[in-house]
């Protein structure tokens, strides 16, 4: 008995050899009395009292929020010694008492290290270990181990075969699409993220229409009673990871054929524009687009009129000013250039250049090339160069644009130039 119980049923060292106590019906003989101070002094492996714990408080403090910590290694609060009274194991369990600890003693360490070897793959609990003036403690944690990948390696190839040949098929198939995805500016790399990305889709639809057969599939085994006893656990990660391998295998699969369609989309050595770099403040730069008979002529002046709307803006990737148009002739046809002065964003670090957009016959008849001649005229060089950049990408996208132009649409900016040329005729015939 503790020492305030005993105090309080009269019960001292003298006396507590023939005291008896009756607790739930059932007379116990004292054999002892408990020193509090001296018993709370005692620690369990775990460094916590020997008395059990007040499992009331403990949900009282876990409702008002408290951080108990991590279950399993928590600090407990413990019941006081003057609550508790000791008696046999036995006589515990009869009166209807959980085991909530257990404590051995072993010959050596090696032995505890035996133990503990033979214990912990089979137990789910925290256990403490004392071996020589240390105190260990050991934690079981759940893990999923997979096993039997290795015989889904043929049925993977065979697989992945499958969808490459399928892919391959479907590039050159589609050799028509790829040239026209090229002719309006898409990029190699563009061209091949395409079927990945259509891959991907197929990979995932395949993958969840799988996962939804294998319910249904899963669902008539139980109704029908095909197979007895079979239970298969859709929501494991097992199934997880069998969609993300098909997945997985399927984009693998289609990288050759992709890489093929980037090959087919640019069939050379470069497979990028690069800008060649500028001579002292000139800057010749070959733009990859050509144009065909009358077209360079409205072309030029679709970019003109383009340009010339930059006149009235402040804001923006550049300011234009004096746009004018130009043609000319050389050893190999007609030539069209537009002039133009501009001044590049962002506009405080004061780059300006002259631009003359040239329109060039080539050796090819009725096939023209485009060079952009750039001088600099203000500006540091390499703030000349970085923002040129932007620039050149701005004048990109309006080639693009005009690839995508119906015919009424070039046809218009023909008449245009037609009847510019008709009024420029009339005037000077007037003053003649």
């Known amino acids: 008995?503790?020492?305030?119980?005993?105090?309080?049923?009269?019960?001292?060292?003298?006396?507590?050899?023939?005291?008896?106590?009756?607790?739930?019906?059932?007379?116990?003989?004292?054999?002892?009395?408990?020193?509090?101070?001296?018993?709370?002094?005692?620690?369990?492996?775990?460094?916590?009292?020997?008395?059990?714990?007040?499992?009331?408080?403990?949900?009282?403090?876990?409702?008002?929020?408290?951080?108990?910590?991590?279950?399993?290694?928590?600090?407990?609060?413990?019941?006081?010694?003057?609550?508790?009274?000791?008696?046999?194991?036995?006589?515990?369990?009869?009166?209807?008492?959980?085991?909530?600890?257990?404590?051995?003693?072993?010959?050596?360490?090696?032995?505890?290290?035996?133990?503990?070897?033979?214990?912990?793959?089979?137990?789910?609990?925290?256990?403490?270990?004392?071996?020589g003036d240390r105190i260990y403690r050991y934690s079981s944690i759940a893990s999923t181990s997979i096993s039997g990948v290795g015989d889904l390696a043929?049925?993977?190839?065979?697989?992945?075969?499958?969808?490459?040949n399928t892919m391959l098929g479907s590039v050159f198939e589609r050799l028509r699409e790829i040239h026209i995805f090229s002719s309006i500016g898409l990029a190699p790399s563009h061209v091949g993220v395409l079927f990945m990305a259509e891959a991907f889709v197929y990979a995932v639809l395949g993958a969840i229409s799988g996962y939804l057969l294998g319910q249904v599939t899963v669902k008539l085994i139980a109704y029908f009673g095909i197979f007895e006893g079979l239970a298969l656990n859709f929501s494991s990660l097992s199934a997880v990871f069998s969609t993300v391998l098909v997945i997985l295998v399927v984009l693998a699969s289609t990288i050759y054929p992709s890489r093929k369609a980037a090959d087919v989309a640019t069939p050379s050595i470069d497979r990028s524009w690069k800008v060649p770099e500028p001579q002292g403040d000139e800057w010749a730069i070959p733009l990859p687009f050509s144009v065909t008979g009358d077209?360079?002529?409205?072309?030029?002046?679709?970019?003109?009129?383009?340009?010339?709307?930059?006149?009235?803006?402040?804001?923006?990737?550049?300011?234009?000013?004096?746009?004018?148009?130009?043609?000319?002739?050389?050893?190999?046809?007609k030539t069209y250039a537009i002039k133009l002065m501009a001044w590049l964003a962002p506009f405080d670090l004061g780059v300006s250049q002259r631009v003359e957009l040239r329109t060039l016959p080539t050796t090819m008849e009725d096939v023209f090339e485009i060079i952009l001649y750039v001088h600099r005229e203000s500006g540091d060089v390499s703030n000349w160069k970085r923002v040129n950049r932007r620039f050149l990408n701005t004048l990109r996208k309006q080639f693009l644009i005009w690839r995508t132009l119906g015919s009424e649409d070039r046809e218009r900016y023909l008449a245009m130039r037609e009847e510019a040329a008709a009024a420029a005729d009339s005037s000077a015939q007037s003053v003649a």
């Open 295 to 333: 077209q360079a002529i409205a072309l030029n002046r679709f970019l003109s009129e383009w340009f010339a709307a930059y006149e009235e803006y402040s804001i923006g990737d550049f300011v234009t000013q004096n746009v004018s148009t130009e043609e000319g002739q050389n050893e190999l046809g």
């Open 1 to 131: 008995l503790p020492e305030a119980l005993a105090d309080t049923l009269g019960i001292n060292e003298r006396n507590y050899q023939t005291a008896t106590v009756r607790f739930s019906g059932t007379d116990f003989k004292v054999i002892g009395i408990l020193n509090n101070t001296r018993f709370k002094g005692i620690k369990d492996l775990d460094r916590e009292p020997l008395t059990p714990v007040d499992f009331i408080m403990m949900e009282k403090l876990r409702q008002q929020g408290k951080d108990l910590g991590e279950a399993g290694f928590r600090e407990y609060v413990h019941l006081e010694p003057d609550n508790i009274i000791l008696v046999p194991f036995q006589t515990i369990l009869n009166l209807g008492g959980d085991l909530r600890s257990i404590g051995m003693d072993f010959v050596d360490e090696k032995t505890v290290s035996d133990v503990l070897a033979s214990l912990m793959p089979r137990l789910g609990m925290n256990l403490y270990a004392g071996m």
């Open 154 to 164: 043929i049925p993977i190839l065979i697989a992945a075969l499958i969808v490459l």
